[in-house]
């Protein structure tokens, strides 16, 4: 029965695969509607570690920001590409690149020696993003980067579901009974209380919970991944990508 089992699992896949050029040769969108709803039924028998297994979080995430802050202020660098320079700086009515730089950048990395094109990385202050008021609130939240704007639907955090409960921390004031694997948020090890949103006690006996919950839909998941993902491979220092700084 076991070897029954092993054999349909890369049939399915060939399956699919004829589909999908069945579909092309006849001209017809295996994305359709009708076509779509076929391909996803196809996939979801195929297993995680196979090619076109439908994603774990196909039933979407839940997940909605508390406002807490906290992610502003995990150790850690925020990398600004090229044209988040230009959009933050006219959003703040710079002109001069060097006063921008004085003001917000601790470090930048030059490309093709046109300053234009250069990565830079913001300061901190305070233990926090430069840009973190003490509403709790980001000052360029419109224009925020794309490191902060996919947050936490970044790669590393969708490669399975443990990592995805990892980075999930419940609020200060919940008790965290002795030898549960929940936690609170720490500078060094971050984390999202945002995803977390199991009814929990907090220290003065209330509940707590996160009303505002949202079901994230896998296609939006997807497409903040994706955008994650491009923005961290198109930086220009793989030794930096691999040690302090990934999505």
Known sequence: ?????????????????????????????????????????????????????????????????????KCCKVDGDVWLAPEEVSKIMEHLYYTS???FRTDFIKAEILQDDD??????????KEGACI???????????????????TYPFWPSLLSDPAAWEEEAVVPDDVLIDEGSTQRHWSQEEGGCEGITITATITETNDIASNENAEVVQRE????????????????????????????
């Open 1 to 69: 029965m076991s070897s029954l089992l092993t054999l349909k699992q890369p049939l399915l896949v060939l399956l699919l695969l004829l589909f999908i050029v069945h579909c092309r040769l006849l001209q017809v969108d295996a994305l359709s509607n009708s076509s779509s709803r076929f391909l996803r039924k196809l996939r979801g028998n195929i297993p995680q570690k196979y090619p076109f297994a439908l994603p774990w979080y196909e039933d979407g995430l839940n997940f909605s920001c508390t406002g807490c802050g």
């Open 97 to 99: 690149r060097s006063q």
């Open 115 to 124: 300053e234009d094109k250069s990565w830079m990385c913001l300061k901190r």
């Open 131 to 149: 840009f973190l008021g003490d509403d709790k609130k980001c000052k360029i939240y419109e224009h925020r980067p794309v490191q902060c704007q």
């Open 220 to 247: 939006e998941i997807t497409t903040k991944m994706r955008q994650a993902k491009k923005h961290w491979l198109r930086f220009p220092i793989d030794e930096i990508k691999t040690s302090t700084w990934y999505l």
